[in-house]
């Protein structure tokens, strides 16, 4: 079982920037994708960043939404990944989950029904 906590969302106008941590435990084995997911009021949730290490390689996709502004990374040794959401838009406003997977190909990495661990989420609100 997999323990996904996140923290780091808040209120923010737009152009500014948040930062949001992710911190996995449990048994992590195996996980080949971990990333962020935002879901708005009304939307289905949609990925937003994700890396993907299946294969023994190391990729982060983005949404087109989101490109050139978020950036994710990762701490390896803390099991933990990091968004930093830089030129926020009210659009972006959303609650945020992060998620983790094992075995899912590359093609997948922004389709939340693949995921099978989820944190609780974090809210981002950016105002005009």
């Known amino acids: 079982q997999v323990q996904l906590v996140e923290s780091g969302g808040g209120s923010v106008q737009a152009g500014g920037s948040l930062r949001l941590s992710c911190a996995a435990s449990?048994?992590?084995?195996?996980?080949?994708?971990m990333g962020w997911f935002r879901q708005a009021p009304g939307k289905e949730r949609e990925g937003v960043a994700v890396?993907?290490?299946?294969?023994?390689?190391?990729?982060?996709k983005y949404a087109d939404s989101v490109k050139g502004r978020f950036t994710l990374s990762q701490n390896n040794a803390k099991n933990t990944v990091y968004l930093q959401m830089n030129s926020l838009k009210p659009e972006d406003t959303a609650m945020y989950y992060c998620?983790?997977?094992?075995?899912?190909?590359?093609?997948?990495?922004?389709?939340?029904?693949?995921?099978?661990?989820w944190g609780q989420g974090t809210q981002v609100t950016v105002s005009s």
């Open positions: 449990g048994y992590t084995y195996g996980r080949n994708a």
């Open positions: 998620a983790a997977a094992g075995a899912i190909p590359y093609q997948a990495v922004l389709l939340a029904d693949r995921y099978n661990y």
């Open positions: 890396v993907y290490t299946g294969g023994g390689i190391g990729i982060t």
